[in-house]
């Protein structure tokens, strides 16, 4: 399945822009598609840490992901 | 203001201008909005709960921001001000946790994402 992928902050600068799509099999979990990230984006694997929101809620790795859903990297956050 | 409340405690942050004696020229603040709201209300939501609060107020700016510039304000009411200071100090603390807003610090020589490497 195709996935689009929302990136802010330093992910959107290792990516090079602020969407991506990403093929994933259709019972991909969040675990699978961190890796697949990091095999296309070594850089992710430097940051801090790295969250992935599914439908606008923090994402367990066992987290399934289906093509509907909306998906966004979050880099470490930096508000206030 | 309710009449019933004794105190508000108010955190305004502001735009510094150095970090780590690095002078800092700006300040770039981006969000993902609708998760952003969503996670400001749960904290709103947890204070609530924890605490007898009676009003609650979360501001955050995004955009670019300059030295002295206001990014973030919180406000809590509350009767009596151990609420009021506790609430709003958890407010401040557990959105710089959860809430998906991110700030770029711009410096003379260059630029960094705060947080974003160990």
């Known amino acids: ?80 | 203001m309710l009449p019933e409340s004794g105190g508000i405690d108010v955190f305004i942050g502001t735009v510094r201008n150095a970090t780590k004696g690095k002078t800092v020229l700006r300040l770039e603040f981006e969000a993902y909005e609708k998760m952003a709201i969503a996670e400001i209300e749960k904290i709103a939501a947890q204070a609530l709960a924890k605490w007898p609060v009676q009003k609650l107020l979360i501001h955050h700016r995004t955009g670019v921001l300059a030295v002295g510039d206001v990014p973030v304000i919180i406000a809590v009411s509350a009767a009596h001000r151990d609420a009021a200071f506790e609430a709003c100090r958890y407010v401040i603390d557990t959105l710089k946790q959860t809430v998906p807003i991110w700030k770029k610090e711009i410096f003379e020589d260059g630029e960094v994402w705060v947080a974003a490497h160990p």
């Not at chain 1, 822009?17 to 990230?37: G, R």
């Not at chain 1, 095999?39 to 992710?44: D, G, I, K, V």
């Not at chain 1, 992901?65 to 206030?80: F, R």
């Open chain 1, 1 to 80: 399945m195709k996935i689009n992928i929302l990136a802010f902050g330093i992910a959107k600068d290792i990516f090079g822009e602020s969407t991506i799509n990403v093929e994933l099999p259709n019972d991909a979990s969040v675990y699978n598609l961190k890796y697949s990230l990091e095999q296309q984006y070594p850089r992710l694997k430097k940051l801090a840490t790295y969250m992935v929101a599914v439908n606008n809620e923090y994402a367990l790795p066992e987290d399934t992901i289906y093509e509907t859903d909306e998906i966004a990297i979050i880099p470490p956050v930096s508000g206030g």
